[in-house]
């Protein structure tokens, strides 16, 4: 595709009416996700950064293509454009914060994965989110700003972290070298119609060779990487009641509508017009009010 339809730009997750370029979000996992577990588990990646405090539970999240534990006090912070996917579990419990890339220079560029063992630390970044959620809840003026100020403190707090030791970052490879690779392409290249074989031969290796290390590092062929990010973003686009369904293929690289709604067919069971018309009721329904941050 030549050039990304305009719709794109306001398709992304929770993006819908214009608002403050600094607009800062603070929300459980389950708020975040709306109901809908495949916007958690389905390989994606965001126009945000995103901080993830899982305060209870156990599960397995993949950033960039590689698949690892996570638990309870661990923090991930996924900067825009990280293709990741998180599987906490039913009973895990998270608070996410999510906030426009370019706040502030001070968060990482690269995702970091912290296991926090301090309990000192641990308090100190759930008073943080908890402080976020009662300027939310009140709605004072200057609550962006207010936000944006615990949105540096947290930088702080990860640089801290980061400092003292936290940071769990697997052994690097040639393997996860690989796919994160891959796996930059495909945020980059996933709306147009590129074979796996392009995939490959950009990054001179052999289809059979790129799916085998992909499956090693995360669990996911080459191939269902690229699938999850496509049906991330159709069911994303169809959960609006524009664009026509015919000009969501179109922009997600697919030349025949009818191509396109085998593929949803395929993967979700349900026509695009049927999911379109489930996602749309379900939308209707009353938000949950963010509550403050659980602790553990």
Request: charged share 20%.
């Amino acid at each position: 595709m030549s050039q990304k339809p305009a719709f794109l730009s306001r398709s992304r997750m929770n993006e819908g009416a214009p608002r403050d370029r600094r607009d800062i979000r603070c929300q459980s996992l389950i708020q975040y996700a709306q109901g809908a577990p495949w916007r958690l588990n389905h390989l994606h990646d965001l126009s945000r950064n995103l901080l993830i405090w899982i305060t209870r539970g156990q599960g397995r999240v993949i950033v960039n293509g590689v698949r690892r534990g996570i638990g309870t006090h661990n923090a991930l912070f996924l900067p825009a454009g990280t293709l990741f996917a998180i599987d906490l579990g039913p009973q895990g419990f998270a608070q996410v914060v999510e906030s426009p890339a370019g706040l502030t220079g001070r968060l990482p560029q690269t995702p970091v994965h912290l296991r926090v063992r301090d309990s000192l630390a641990q308090a100190e970044l759930t008073a943080e989110i908890e402080a976020m959620q009662r300027e939310i809840t009140r709605g004072r003026s200057l609550m962006q700003d207010a936000l944006e100020a615990h949105v540096c403190l947290i930088a702080v707090w990860i640089a801290r972290q980061q400092a003292e030791g936290s940071s769990d970052a697997p052994r690097d490879t040639a393997a996860q070298r690989l796919v994160r690779q891959f796996a930059r392409q495909v945020v980059r290249d996933f709306r147009s119609d590129r074979p796996m074989a392009g995939y490959a031969a950009a990054l001179e290796v052999t289809p059979t060779h790129l799916t085998r290390v992909c499956r090693d590092c995360c669990g996911k062929t080459a191939a269902e990487i690229l699938t999850e990010r496509r049906l991330y973003e159709a069911r994303i686009l169809l959960a609006a009641p524009a664009p026509a369904i015919q000009d969501v293929a179109r922009a997600l690289g697919f030349h025949s509508p009818a191509y396109f709604t085998r593929f949803i067919q395929t993967h979700t069971g349900q026509t695009p017009s049927a999911l379109r018309k489930l996602s749309l009721g379900s939308n209707r329904a009353e938000p949950v009010p963010t509550g403050p941050a659980r602790r553990s």
